[in-house]
């Protein structure tokens, strides 16, 4: 059997083989099993491997990515709709609702099977509609605009399944295999970014082949992100220092001693922005970053 990888698959799969041979050394082995919820992540990456290689052997690589927009839009869905239920577990947690079970990560909808993203998104609506007044009333911030996109994104998403499925799969059920293994790949590389700050100061030269040991070998989500330089005032005074953090997914970064700034690691997205520095009033400005590209933003406080 020959069944094709696409470019990003196969620069995806060179990138898992290389983390699994360096979490796989023997000193590794031990700290991560001391830490389970990325233990989890790697048995989690060792098994979607295995059904990748044996969904085909000598895999060629094909140039076109039929299924990217297919799954760019499941991506896209399941980090929206996992930044709401994020809202909704700190609100249940809090207050005591019990909601908790229903709040799903964005790696869980990634699992998803295609067929049941509509009815996820519409469940998420179905739990959090009737509590929007409670939640408003206390603070946050989720609205039934939120609950809306995130139908809409679904049924976005649905509406690509029988369009592209077979023609991804070159007709075959192994392709589907192999597709539905490499979304949730794209979950567990979420989680590995999320993660691996636990060994940062603790064990820095870990974290830090953690990190290296990530990076794929061509352009992917890795390399996705902006870059720019913050200033202030009539005399465009840089502003070193200032902190600039992705308000749903907590990511931040900070410039340097002359207003520059990059941060990368992430996935195409339209997020605000807060760009904040002591004694400057704080930027909320709202960006669309592209996949594999580190667009130009410059942050500019009156």
């Not at 990138?15 to 796989?24: N, S, T």
């Not at 996935?267 to 970053?289: A, E, K």
Request: proline share 3%; hydrophobic share 40%.
């Amino acid at each position: 059997m020959n069944e094709a990888l696409t470019n990003d698959q196969s620069n995806e799969k060179n990138r898992c083989d290389k983390q699994m041979l360096f979490f796989g050394l023997a000193p590794n082995v031990i700290k991560i099993n001391s830490y389970q919820p990325f233990k989890d992540q790697v048995d989690i990456l060792r098994n979607q491997l295995v059904i990748i290689n044996d969904a085909g052997s000598n895999k060629t690589v094909q140039t076109i990515d039929i299924t990217e927009g297919k799954a760019s839009l499941k991506h896209g869905y399941a980090d929206f709709e996992g930044g709401i239920c994020l809202e909704g577990l700190a609100y249940g947690k809090r207050w005591g609702i019990p909601i908790l079970n229903d709040m799903l990560q964005a790696s869980e909808f990634f699992k998803i099977k295609d067929g049941e993203i509509v009815a996820s998104a519409q469940h998420i609506w179905d739990v959090l509609d009737p509590r929007l007044a409670d939640m408003a009333a206390k603070g946050y911030t989720t609205v039934a605009a939120d609950l809306d996109m995130g139908k809409t994104m679904a049924a976005e998403f649905a509406a690509t399944i029988g369009q592209s499925g077979v023609v991804a799969s070159g007709g075959t059920v192994a392709g589907g295999v192999i597709a539905d293994a490499f979304r949730v790949i794209a979950g567990v590389q979420d989680q590995f970014i999320l993660l691996r700050g636990h060994w940062k100061i603790t064990d820095h030269d870990f974290y830090a082949g953690i990190v290296e040991n990530s990076v794929l070998d061509h352009l992917g989500h890795i390399y996705t992100g902006m870059k720019g330089v913050v200033t202030s005032g009539a005399s465009n005074a840089v502003v070193g220092g200032a902190t600039i953090t992705n308000e749903r997914t907590g990511k931040s970064t900070t410039a340097n001693v002359v207003g520059a700034y990059v941060m990368q690691g992430m996935h195409p997205h339209l997020d605000n922005f807060r760009i904040s520095s002591p004694g400057l009033p704080d930027l909320v400005v709202p960006i669309q970053t592209k996949f594999r590209e580190t667009i130009v933003e410059n942050f500019h406080f009156a």
